[in-house]
């Protein structure tokens, strides 16, 4: 079977992340078939259309490593009912510059969590927005809207509650075959 190589984009650039240890998570509860990359978003300038003559080399490899992955998995914080601004930002490296988005046809698929009760349900309905305009493929079901309580999730990934070990292991599960779907629609070299 053909093995997939997905990037993870993770939404918070804080050291302590929680959504860092779910992204941990989802990497140990996978399919054998998805490889992982975690593409850093926390050195990228502000972007301005100023730079899409000549992209710093930060951004290049940041939009590289978007382009050699097969799909993209984000698992992001809400910041004030709405999507970090670092990862709006990265969002826009990647789109740019006209006519060279990274995510064009790259399937992807969202998930994050807070320790609020809806689980980053509006960032992720904001992210989805975005990716639609980015002409993304985006696995639609299952939605996944974690809510983090202490001891969840250790700092290794490793998830500490049963049925929710079992929930994202299913997720990863239909993620993987939403890529195969993707690419049997449309294929990568098409
Ligand atoms: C600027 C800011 C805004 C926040 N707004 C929300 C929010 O809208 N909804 C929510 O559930 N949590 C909100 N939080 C709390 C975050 O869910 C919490 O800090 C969480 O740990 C962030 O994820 P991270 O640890 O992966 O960065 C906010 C936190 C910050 C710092």
Wanted: proline share 7%.
């Amino acid at each position: 079977m053909t093995t997939f190589r997905v990037g993870i984009l993770i939404g918070s650039l804080a050291t302590e992340s929680i959504n860092r240890k779910l992204a941990r998570a989802l990497m140990r509860l996978a399919p054998e078939h998805l490889t992982f990359t975690e593409i850093a978003i926390k050195d990228l300038p502000l972007y301005s259309y100023d730079y899409d003559a000549d992209f710093p080399p930060v951004a290049r490899t940041f939009k590289e490593a978007i382009a050699a992955a097969d799909a993209v998995l984000f698992v992001t914080p809400e910041y004030n009912r709405s999507i970090p601004g670092g990862l709006k930002n990265a969002i826009d490296w990647a789109s740019r510059p006209y006519g060279q988005n990274a995510f064009t046809r790259k399937p992807s698929a969202v998930i994050g969590t807070s320790p609020g009760a809806i689980g980053t349900a509006i960032a992720q309905q904001q992210l989805r927005s975005v990716l639609g305009f980015c002409n993304s493929p985006q696995m639609n079901a299952p939605e996944a809207y974690i809510q983090f309580t202490p001891g969840l999730i250790t700092d290794e990934g490793e998830v500490t509650k049963e049925s929710t070990a079992e929930f994202l292991r299913n997720y990863m599960a239909e993620f993987h075959q939403f890529i195969v779907r993707v690419y049997t629609a449309l294929p990568r070299d098409a």
